[in-house]
């Protein structure tokens, strides 16, 4: 009885079959930004695999030298192919932004959904938890870890996870509270619905479409700042690929007349990052149409 | 709270390094076995023997002293360390918030008054620009301004004023960039905002002057979104120096703390993660006093929404 109530109230719902129609509504600029995401992200699948040459293997012969031939961007600063390195580095250059995004929103969305829902003491220590974690901006935190844990991209990325909670949790907070006051959840929890089931069965679901903008726009926030990390030689290590090492470890060609390794990684992750934001603002637009 | 979130602060940097992994006695002595003697006197002079809260107390006491202990690596008071290099940190940030409030706040006026092609242009520039990291932002201009044109130098400080303001210029820039794109699209959003409320529309029909009326209805009332956005981006970029320092070797507090953190100088990483989380919730607390004075309804103590 319940169960079947309950699909009536919850019926608008976001269901999967609106997911792509849902890009489909965000525009030119969407859709291409959708497009080089999902580029991206192959790239970090089947990067090692599809890359021409290997991308570990340095040939001190070849340091500097331009595009020839096969070698499409040419070689960095040990003679090892550009381009292989750019497509075996977006493995570790998107896998630490996912990692980021899913964990700071999986415990912002938990801390949000509980405060807006016991509300009272719990929501007044969470939210001043929240606040003193404000004070501690990313990349500070994300240095600090790889001070005491060691440089790499976990301890970078579970420091990032922490800096970046409150901000889910506050853009969370709001609408989980605008939907624990909708009627149907008073109607679920007369039929006896327990806490727990309505939370995760109907509120969540319902904010799913801000949830998956605001982990959106993260993708983009995370990947500059782990890039960043990387660059500051506190996250991925070299000689493993990855865009922002591959940028720091080719900074003294620009000064001597060879910037492409440098500026080719650099691209990757600007073009990377835009998509993101695009697509996440467009999310956001929707999201906030829907629902009014 | 400014001070209570400041205590807590201090009290979780404490506590990570404590927790750090490690025996302090070598990290002291560099990985060197010690006489038992000298041991015990290391143990004595940083109370390692004593509880965690105790310990946590000397450092703080000491802190607020100025005493931030000493870098094991370059045998110096943390505390001189940081001073003498806690001015280039702060030149840096000033120089880039400058360039924000006047070009960032600058551009979205303009772009939020004048629909049309000015206005389009600045939202794909400022589109582009919001996703250019600060370290990629570093690698174009030295390529453009010092290699190709040769207008600036490249790396390191200056010695007197005028040569720190050109050595700067490139830095301030790199740090600027990304923030001062997200404060124009801020500002024209909230400017456009305004002009279309109705108590605009109301004084352009009494025929109130173009000036006045962009002065006196229009930015007042965007101005508190304006400062929250520029406070929030100012403020982030007391981190972010960390990696336009690197970027253009310069030796300020932000790149220090990353050698720091390479080398596992843990009394160094203590005492410039202090320094830069007062500096990050002292901003913020400007910010919110700002917001005091240009909106009569906030009062001190209370957020603005």
């Not at chain 1, 030298?65 to 003679?79: A, E, I, R």
């Not at chain 2, 201090?10 to 038992?36: E, H, K, M, Q, T």
Request: net charge positive; charged share 10%; hydrophobic share 55%.
């Amino acid at each position: 009885m319940s169960a079947q109530v309950s699909t009536i109230v919850a019926a608008p719902s976001t269901r999967r079959s609106r997911s792509l129609s849902g890009l489909r509504g965000t525009g030119v600029a969407g859709m291409v930004s959708a497009a080089v995401i999902a580029l991206a992200t192959i790239a970090a699948i089947f990067g090692p695999l599809i890359a021409p040459y290997n991308p570990d293997l340095p040939n001190l012969s070849l340091a500097w030298v331009g595009p020839v031939g096969g070698h499409l961007l040419g070689f960095d600063f040990q003679g090892r192919d550009v381009l292989s390195r750019l497509l075996a580095g977006a493995q570790s250059s998107m896998l630490g932004p996912l990692a980021v995004v899913l964990l700071s929103m999986t415990a912002g969305a938990v801390l949000a959904v509980v405060s807006a829902w016991r509300r009272g003491a719990a929501d007044a220590v969470i939210s001043s938890g929240l606040d003193i974690l404000f004070a501690f901006p990313g990349i500070l935190l994300a240095v600090l870890a790889t001070a005491i844990f060691g440089a790499g991209l976990t301890a970078a990325s579970i420091a990032l996870s922490i800096a970046y909670m409150p901000y889910v949790a506050r853009v969370l907070r709001g609408a989980a509270l605008r939907e624990r006051s909708q009627p149907y959840v008073a109607a679920l929890e007369v039929q006896g619905s327990s806490a727990t089931t309505i939370c995760l069965r109907h509120i969540i679901p319902n904010m799913l479409a801000l949830i998956v903008a605001q982990a959106t726009i993260m993708f983009g926030w995370a990947m500059v700042d782990l890039a960043a990390i990387s660059f500051l030689g506190l996250g991925v290590q070299p000689p493993a690929p990855n865009w922002g090492v591959m940028i720091s470890e080719n900074q003294t060609g620009i000064l001597q007349g060879y910037p492409l390794p440098a500026l080719s990684a650099g691209v990757c992750i600007v073009a990377v990052v835009i998509a993101f934001n695009i697509l996440g603002e467009r999310l956001f637009v929707q999201a906030q149409a829907a629902r009014r | 709270m400014l001070l209570a979130s400041l205590l807590i602060a201090s009290f979780v940097i404490f506590a990570a390094v404590y927790l750090a992994p490690g025996n302090a006695i070598s990290a002291l002595s560099g990985g060197r076995a010690l006489p038992a003697s000298s041991v015990r006197v290391l143990e004595a002079r940083y109370h390692l023997n004593e509880p965690f809260l105790a310990q946590y107390w000397y450092w703080l006491t000491n802190a607020l002293h100025g005493n931030l202990g000493i870098s094991i690596i370059l045998r110096e008071n943390v505390s001189t360390l940081i001073a003498s290099r806690i001015w280039t940190t702060a030149g840096l940030v000033l120089y880039a918030s400058v360039l924000i409030l006047l070009f960032g706040i600058g551009m979205g006026i303009v772009a939020g008054l004048r629909p049309g092609f000015l206005d389009t242009s600045t939202l794909v520039v400022t589109a582009i620009s919001a996703a250019i990291p600060s370290f990629v932002a570093a690698i174009v201009l030295i390529l453009l301004f010092s290699v190709k044109l040769g207008w600036f130098p490249a790396l390191g400080n200056g010695t007197t004023f005028l040569s720190n303001v050109q050595h700067f210029t490139l830095p301030a820039v790199a740090l600027a960039f990304s923030a001062l794109a997200i404060v124009a699209r801020v500002t024209r959003a909230s400017i456009r905002e305004e002009s279309e409320r109705e108590h605009v529309q109301t004084a352009v029909s009494r025929g109130i002057p173009a000036r006045q009326l962009i002065r006196r209805h229009i930015l007042r009332n965007a101005a508190i979104p304006i400062t929250t956005i520029a406070g929030i981006t100012i403020a982030s970029l007391i981190a972010v120096a960390a990696v336009v320092e690197t970027a253009f070797s310069l030796n300020g507090l932000g790149a220090y703390l990353v050698q720091a953190a390479e080398s596992k100088d843990l009394a160094v990483v203590q005492g410039i993660s202090l320094v830069l989380v007062t500096a990050f919730v002292v901003v913020n607390m400007l910010v919110d006093v700002l917001y005091a004075l240009l909106d009569p309804r906030v009062s001190l103590g209370s957020r603005a929404q």
